[in-house]
T-cell receptor, first 114, second 115 residues
Framework: SAVISQKPSRDICQRGTSLTIQCQVD?????MFWYRQQPGQSLTLIAT?????????ESGFVIDKFPISRPNLTFSTLTVSNMSPEDSSIYLC???????????FGSGTQLSVL | GENVEQHPSTLSVQEGDSAVIKCTYS??????FPWYKQELGKRPQLIID?????GEKKDQRIAVTLNKTAKHFSLHITETQPEDSAVYFC??????????????FGQGTILTVHP
């Protein structure tokens, strides 16, 4: 399966600031997604990162709060804007197309907002 | 949209026993059901999946069964080992089975295997 790397792996941020998370895949993939995992909780889809166009957001998530870019078939970024403590979560990049349509997750970014 | 319910939330077994985790889903159009294992501090890992054209799939000590009529599917782990201790998540497609990347996840089951 593809190697999916995220940077940073963890960060501690002050409220009101923004953080951009990078996701790099070692091969071209069809689809890229961003998920959120709040502490002790399940995984929730934030959006689908579309190559060369605006991301498609799930209910409850908006572009102003979580702008996403996907300039090519191997790279995407997620920005968490104007952060509050409620944004403290693990953010996971994920991809399909590397092995059939199965969904694989990146290494994750653990974000703590003070 | 899809709704996935997972039970139990915690499961404690002795090494060598079997463990069963059950999930129900709401959208009859869903046709793909993966299971993920997440160890502490690590990413979720796909361990087994099943498509709606089969009723059961096995991979060594793990198996998944699907009952489309009742809209439920289960993960079975036999001969459990301490390294099976983790959080297990079931999932189903959010968009009526049209994208296997857009998943709705269950709430998770914390499995503890005691030596």
């Amino acid at each position: 399966s593809a190697v999916i790397s995220q940077k940073p792996s963890r960060d501690i941020c002050q409220r009101g600031t923004s953080l951009t998370i990078q996701c790099q895949v070692d091969s071209q993939v069809t689809m890229m997604f961003w998920y959120r995992q709040q502490p002790g909780q399940s995984l929730t889809l934030i959006a689908t990162a579309n190559q060369g166009s605006e991301a498609t957001y799930e209910s409850g998530f908006v572009i102003d709060k979580f702008p996403i870019s996907r300039p090519n078939l191997t790279f995407s970024t997620l920005t968490v804007s104007n952060m509050s403590p409620e944004d403290s979560s693990i953010y996971l990049c994920s991809v399909t197309g590397a092995v059939g349509e199965k969904l694989f997750f990146g290494s994750g970014t653990q974000l703590s907002v003070l | 949209g899809e709704n996935v319910e997972q039970h139990p939330s915690t499961l404690s077994v002795q090494e060598g026993d079997s463990a069963v985790i059950k999930c129900t889903y709401s959208d009859s159009a869903s046709n793909y059901f993966p299971w993920y294992k997440q160890e502490l501090g690590k990413r979720p890992q796909l361990i087994i999946d099943i498509r709606s054209n089969v009723g059961e799939k096995k991979d060594q000590r793990i198996a998944v069964t699907l009952n489309k009529t009742a809209k439920h599917f289960s993960l079975h782990i036999t001969e459990t080992q301490p390294e099976d201790s983790a959080v297990y998540f079931c999932a189903a497609p959010s968009a009526g089975g049209t994208s296997y990347g857009k998943l709705t996840f269950g709430q998770g089951t914390i499995l503890t295997v005691h030596p």
